[in-house]
């Protein structure tokens, strides 16, 4: 079994997500989602853009975008929300972050490509959003802090788990 550099497998998977291969599904049903509400569908939209800490930064304190920037800021999953179809994802918590680490980790052969491929590659997309927001050596530290969580929403839906936070900002707006 051959081994492939991870950049070369994240480029790849990434390149196929970008062309809509992979998670088109979870991308429309996240945006039919964020409809329902324009104030929260621009402040996902400024974060996937701009990032969270500049819009967290920027708005206005008291409103909507301040809220969710800094509860993403303070939330160790803040930073999956920049994948589209996060939140809407399906995958418990715990069981995400396990995968996470163990891809991340470990050298991938072609076969787990394949594998990720079938998966829908977001395993991909949240590591790499991971990795380029904290590095790979705090990553995985975050990854296996999160997989070993006995914390309350651990074993929550990631895909609820944003919705929530998300929900409680604009119910204080």
């Known amino acids: 079994m051959k081994k492939i550099p991870q950049i070369v497998v994240g480029t790849a998977l ?5 062309c809509g291969f992979i998670g088109d599904d979870k991308a429309q049903i996240e945006q039919a989602w964020l409809e329902q509400d324009q104030q ?8 996937r853009t701009q990032g969270i800490d500049v819009v967290a930064r920027s708005a206005q304190a008291g409103s909507i975008s301040a809220c969710v920037a800094n509860r993403l ?4 999953l803040g930073q999956l929300v920049s994948v589209e179809g996060a939140l809407v994802e399906s995958a418990k918590i715990t069981d995400l972050m396990s995968q996470l680490q163990g891809t991340i980790e470990q050298d991938v052969s072609i076969e787990q490509v394949i594998n990720l491929l ?7 997309a949240y590591g ?3 990795v380029d927001q904290q590095g790979l050596e705090q990553a995985l530290q975050t990854l296996e802090q999160l997989a070993q969580s006995g ?5 929550e839906d990631l895909g609820a788990h944003f919705q929530q936070l998300l929900l409680t900002c604009r119910e204080q707006g």
């Open 14 to 18: 990434l390149s196929l997500s970008a």
């Open 40 to 47: 929260l569908k621009n402040v996902i939209e400024q974060i």
């Open 73 to 76: 800021s303070d939330d160790p």
């Open 118 to 124: 079938r998966q829908g590659a977001d395993l991909a």
């Open 128 to 130: 790499k959003a991971l």
């Open 151 to 155: 914390g309350q929403w651990a074993s």
